[in-house]
């Protein structure tokens, strides 16, 4: 009975949780209209691999990329019971929520302060300040995502999903012990790039760091896990 209590607070508390993130997301996006209301006509909206601004389009862009943030975290527990999620990955699950939601709000009110500026400085600002949104943040979320990736339980939402993980239990479990260290050494890696670009504004290193990072997170774990799954039929 105790038990039953202890989870039924549990439930509401993380009910709660969620319930006040959509409530702050919707309005951020709200709020977010009403600068963008006082935004030139034309803002940056996409920037190429040297940080310059390579597309100008409508101020009203960035407030339908904020609106991503309450939809995510709206959409969360319809795609838990849709995908019927393993309840030992909800936890791992809303911590990808959270900073995909948080990352691209982020990311919407830093480029509306952006356009604020003027036309010449906005490249020279975006070399400077986006390596730390991009590469930095996304850095820090890899190697934390890392230390829980090892214990990702078989699911369709999440994970390295591939035919030979989604097929046996085994593959799945080795291949995501196998990926995690890789993940750790891939944030680091993608971390340490977004500083090397921020002190020397030179654009190789986002090339070199994204190249590895995709190396260890994505083309290791499934080369791993096909070989694995080759062995295992022999």
């Known amino acids: 009975m105790k038990l039953q209590e202890t989870e039924k607070e549990n439930n509401h508390q993380h009910t ?30 996409h920037f190429n691999f040297a940080m310059k601004v390579d597309r100008y389009g409508s101020p009203w862009e960035l407030c339908i990329v904020s609106i991503l943030t309450p939809f995510m975290f709206i959409m969360r527990p319809l795609i838990n019971r849709r995908f019927s999620q393993n309840p030992a990955n909800i936890k791992i699950q809303d911590g990808v929520i959270l900073f995909a939601g948080t990352f691209i709000a982020a990311l919407a009110w830093w480029t509306a302060v ?14 400077k300040q986006l390596p730390f949104f991009i ?12 230390n829980y990736e090892g214990t990702i339980k078989p699911n369709k939402t999440m994970g390295i999903r591939v035919p030979w993980t989604l097929a046996d239990n085994e593959n799945w479990r080795k291949t995501h012990r196998f990926a995690a260290p890789l993940c750790v050494a891939a944030g680091i890696i ?3 790039g977004g500083i090397t670009v921020l002190c020397t504004h030179r654009m190789i290193w986002y090339l070199i760091s994204m190249a590895v990072y995709l ?3 994505t083309i290791a774990p499934v080369v791993y896990s096909y070989t694995l799954s080759r062995k295992m039929r022999i």
């Open 215 to 217: 190396m260890l997170t």
């Open 16 to 45: 709660l949780f969620w319930s006040i993130l959509i409530a702050l997301s919707i309005i951020q996006s709200a709020a977010l209209f009403f600068v963008c209301r006082k935004l030139p006509a034309h803002v940056p909206v």
């Open 190 to 192: 993608l971390f340490s």
């Open 114 to 127: 952006l356009a604020f500026q003027p036309v010449e400085e906005q490249t020279r600002i975006a070399v």
């Open 135 to 146: 590469y930095v943040i996304l850095g820090i979320f890899t190697v934390v995502f890392g």
